[in-house]
């Protein structure tokens, strides 16, 4: 084994600083296949770090970044391979070849390194900050000159920006590369071993993310609506099956000369289930709402009796408008903002919960669990005492999540407290990780009764 | 059970395109006697993995289909209820009724019988109930399972067990501690470029490829449903052998949305315009 046992351990409390909890079992199997399986070098050893320790997608994703960052080495990097296309120039083919693709690269990086001039490496910032800065030359723009071909061919022209992407993407690696190359035989040069790593998106306030991260955690957002909602489905359904029905069983008896040779068990009843969603789409619960609706819609989208509600100062109910909705479209909803506003346009959860009890007992349904995401954010308006006791005597189950920290939580004109006092369960919900934790914790037996 | 490595060869002598990781992944599971969960969207290759494994391990392929309401009748064991009573009718006094005479073996029990190395596919985890999951621990953690009247039955082999998921809801930690887990995302378009080369007859490695790239293009348009890798290699069949050059073609083929289809559509549209 190249990779030390110390080494191992201290990366297990390098997990642990950045709060990855991995149990020591995984730890044991790693060390007990690294032992008996030789592999040729550390990088392999390292990769077996992530293929055994992690045990779902998030694990994976948050440890592949942990490698990265304590052994300084990024891991399965995929074998590059470029398609020329028939605009290319012969050389540039040639250096594409995956014979000289690492060789091309390497000295492209070195050239444009030397292009840029003196790095100051004693300055305290990273190496991508030079990279940035490498990158705004007209040299590194010249060097991609190569794809700027034409063609009326569709595939040519997808194929080229691929190539392209791919292309920019190793030229980026192999610059970082050099560059910390660089920096290590730099005497007095700043190292930047201590930065935290990067941010997890899946631990990114939903606030801070950018327009590709926010896109990757919607649809991630939909995949965690339609869990709830299977979840949901499994307990509402699994009412009565299995029980033995003995007067049918009896009767079938009879045809076979008395003798049991089928049972009859009850059939299932598929119940309408009870479930209520609503969330709160004013001003203050800002790019939260729109997470919040993509979680409606991926609920919607799987169990298309629930029932979803958007409210500002009274309730919408949203249903059909989501059912018929393309994820693409869920956005749209919040740009209808005046349609959901029905007095003054400020939340109002009084008058909301008022509403969405008449709206509920119109349809003769009788609700048992509600799930509400908002900031109970009032107004300064008066949230009356019975109305509370009718919203916990209505429903079962109250489940709460509120995108606002949870320091702020009955600070100003948030009221926050009277609901939680008869929320089932309530938690600050503005990062991916949040919002499946609290999925995970919506306990359905108490659904239903 | 096998003590020699597998490699990305082996898989490919079977039609499966696999990279490196997957097949670490794979040995290592073997060599640590774990089960190996994979997870990931539909037509990724999940259930195609542990066909192929069999094939490979030249062993027997024992499937468990979960579903809805699945329960240990349907997995694990049944007693043979019409066989007792007939037993009992006859007045077999000397026979014990719960004896292997009288049990049905289910998928479960005939792959710890099984007297050979076997693959045992527990297909599709996440459809089954929360409850069923449990009746699973035993069976992955120990090989063994606990059958009331006859006691504890103990696997007479080392099956390879694989446990796939499409993810439609979140599998217990207890479950996933005693697995070795792995992601089966949609394919690297290298990938993607064999398995179409290997499907499509007369295609070129570049034309393979550059439909590999359209397909890996499209899963990034935040479709409802993404093509399945199966999806487009008919796709490419159908219009590379019948000479249709249109790229908007028959997406019925590789998208079943028709909002998924329009959006497609106009992708295609859009770049042509800006061309021309």
């Given at each position: 084994m190249i990779l030390t046992t110390e080494e191992i351990l201290s990366f297990k409390e390098f997990c642990k600083k950045n709060n990855l909890y991995l149990s020591s079992d995984r730890y044991i199997n790693l060390l007990n296949y690294l032992n008996s399986n030789k592999q040729d070098t550390k990088l392999r050893e390292i990769e077996f770090i992530y293929h055994i320790l992690p045990s779902n997608h998030e694990e994976k994703q948050k440890i592949k970044n942990l490698i990265e960052h304590f052994f300084k080495t990024s891991i399965l990097d995929k074998r590059i391979n470029f398609v020329p296309i028939k605009q290319y120039d012969e050389t540039f083919i040639d250096s594409l070849n995956i014979n000289n693709l690492n060789n091309t690269l390497n000295e492209i990086a070195i050239e444009l390194i030397n292009n840029y001039g003196e790095i100051d490496y004693s300055r305290p910032v990273s190496n991508t900050f030079w990279l940035n800065k490498i990158k705004q030359t007209i040299r590194y723009s010249e060097q991609l000159t190569f794809f700027d071909i034409i063609s009326d061919n569709f595939l040519d022209r997808l194929v080229n920006s691929q190539n392209k992407k791919v292309f920019q993407e190793q030229l980026n690696y192999f610059i970082l590369e050099k560059i910390q190359e660089l920096r290590n035989s730099t005497k007095d040069a700043y190292l930047p071993v201590d930065l935290a790593p990067k941010e997890d998106l899946l631990e990114k306030d939903f606030l801070y993310t950018d327009s590709l991260e926010r896109e990757n955690l919607l649809r991630e957002t939909k995949k965690l609506g339609e869990i709830l909602a299977n979840r949901f489905n499994k307990f509402s359904k699994s009412?009565?099956?299995?029980?033995?029905?003995?007067?049918?069983?009896?009767?079938?008896?009879?045809?076979?000369?008395?003798?049991?040779?089928k049972l009859i068990l009850k059939p299932k009843i598929k119940r309408k289930p009870k479930l209520i969603l609503m969330c709160d789409i004013s001003g203050s619960m800002a790019l939260y709402s729109l997470f919040g609706l993509t979680l409606l819609f991926g609920v919607v989208q799987k169990f298309s009796s629930v029932k979803t509600f958007v409210f500002i100062d009274g309730v919408t109910d949203i249903s059909k408008r989501l059912r018929r909705a393309k994820i693409n479209e869920v956005k749209n909803?919040?740009?209808?903002?005046?349609?959901?506003?029905?007095?003054?346009?400020?939340?109002?959860?009084?008058?909301?919960?008022?509403?969405?009890?008449?709206?509920?007992?119109?349809?003769?349904?009788?609700?048992?669990?509600?799930?509400?995401?908002?900031?109970?954010?009032?107004?300064?308006?008066?949230?009356?005492?019975?109305?509370?006791?009718?919203?916990?005597?209505?429903?079962?189950?109250?489940?709460?999540?509120?995108?606002?920290?949870?320091?702020?939580?009955?600070?100003?004109?948030?009221?926050?407290?009277?609901?939680?006092?008869?929320?089932?369960?309530?938690?600050?919900?503005?990062?991916?990780?949040?919002?499946?934790?609290?999925?995970?914790?919506?306990?359905?037996?108490?659904?239903?009764? | 059970m096998t003590n020699s490595q597998l490699d990305i060869e082996n898989f490919k002598q079977n039609d499966y395109f696999a990279d490196q990781e997957l097949v670490d992944i794979v040995n290592a599971s073997i060599y640590l006697k774990k089960p190996l969960l994979i997870e990931g969207p539909a037509g990724t290759g999940k259930t195609f993995l542990a066909k192929t494994l069999s094939k490979i391990l030249d062993s027997e392929l024992i499937r468990l289909q979960c579903h809805e309401g699945i329960d240990e009748d349907n997995a694990l064991y049944e007693w043979n209820y019409k066989k007792q009573l007939i037993s009992i009718q006859r007045d077999e006094k000397d026979k014990n009724l719960f004896s292997d005479e009288y049990l049905i073996e289910r998928p479960i029990l005939k792959a710890l019988n099984s007297e050979s190395v076997s693959v045992f596919l527990i297909d599709e985890i996440d459809r089954s109930d929360e409850e069923f999951e449990?009746?699973?621990?035993?069976?992955?953690?120990?090989?063994?399972?606990?059958?009331?009247?006859?006691?504890?039955?103990?696997?007479?082999?080392?099956?390879?067990?694989?446990?796939?998921?499409?993810?439609?809801?979140?599998?217990?930690?207890?479950?996933?501690?005693?697995?070795?887990?792995?992601?089966?995302?949609?394919?690297?378009?290298?990938?993607?470029?064999?398995?179409?080369?290997?499907?499509?007859?007369?295609?070129?490695?570049e034309d393979a490829f550059k439909y590999a790239t359209f397909s890996s293009m499209l899963r990034t348009l935040n479709l409802n449903k993404p093509p399945s890798l199966i999806e487009t290699v008919e796709w490419v069949k159908f219009n590379f052998e019948n000479n249709i050059k249109n790229l908007s073609s028959n997406l019925g083929i590789l998208s079943k949305d028709s909002y998924d289809q329009k959006l497609i559509f106009e992708k295609i549209k859009e770049s042509n315009d800006i061309n021309d």
């Open positions: 009412d009565s099956k299995g029980k033995l029905l003995f007067r049918k069983t009896f009767r079938k008896s009879l045809q076979d000369g008395g003798n049991f040779y909803i919040l740009n209808d903002w005046n349609i959901f506003v029905k007095n003054d346009g400020h939340s109002d959860y009084e008058k909301s919960f008022i509403e969405l009890l008449s709206e509920i007992k119109s349809d003769g349904s009788h609700t048992k669990t509600l799930l509400v995401i908002g900031d109970a954010r009032n107004n300064y308006r008066n949230i009356d005492r019975s109305l509370i006791k009718k919203l916990n005597e209505h429903f079962s189950a109250i489940y709460w999540m509120n995108p606002e920290r949870k320091q702020y939580w009955n600070t100003g004109d948030s009221q926050f407290n009277t609901f939680d006092d008869i929320s089932t369960y309530s938690a600050e919900v503005r990062t991916y990780l949040q919002l499946k934790n609290f999925i995970n914790n919506i306990r359905l037996s108490k659904v239903v009764r | 449990a009746l699973l621990l035993e069976v992955l953690a120990e090989n063994q399972v606990t059958i009331p009247e006859l006691g504890t039955i103990t696997a007479k082999s080392e099956s390879i067990v694989i446990l796939t998921s499409n993810g439609t809801r979140e599998l217990s930690e207890a479950l996933r501690r005693r697995c070795i887990y792995y992601y089966l995302d949609y394919p690297s378009v290298e990938i993607e470029t064999n398995v179409i080369l290997k499907n499509v007859e007369e295609i070129s490695k």
